[in-house]
């Protein structure tokens, strides 16, 4: 397994920008798949954006796309999530996640190493 933890939350204005980052260990990271999830308050967690294993390969929802970008760097054993034009809705605890995956997973059940999350608030 994946051992995950998360860095770069914070408090911003609406419009802003935020860059989370994973810090990984474990010699699986190479092969694993990483997504980021958020859980807002009050509301079910869900997945933010994926990357594969090799970086060539994305995932976004709908809600995020065009603003958000995920990326890794494997030789730093990191992973990345960059967040612009923020808004109030975006407020969420964000979680790092890999998965011993092919491609890029889309649901939770496939994602078995979890970080302890980082708070992201953004004001309106």
């Known amino acids: 397994q994946v051992q995950l933890v998360e860095s770069g939350g914070g408090l911003v204005q609406a419009g802003g920008s935020l860059r989370l980052s994973c810090a990984a260990s474990g010699r699986a990271f190479r092969t694993s798949a990483m997504g980021w999830f958020r859980q807002p308050p009050w509301k079910e967690r869900e997945l933010v954006a994926a990357?594969?294993?090799?970086?060539?390969?994305?995932y976004y929802a709908d809600s995020v796309k065009g603003r958000f970008t995920i990326s890794r760097d494997n030789a730093r054993n990191a992973a990345y999530l960059q967040m612009n034009s923020l808004k109030p809705e975006d407020t969420a605890i964000y979680y790092c996640?890999?998965?011993?995956?092919?491609?890029?997973?889309?649901?939770?059940?496939?994602?078995?190493?979890w970080g302890q999350g980082t708070q992201v608030t953004v004001s309106s």
């Open positions: 996640a890999a998965a011993r995956h092919f491609g890029v997973p889309t649901v939770s059940a496939a994602f078995g190493s």
């Open positions: 990357v594969n294993w090799g970086g060539d390969s994305t």
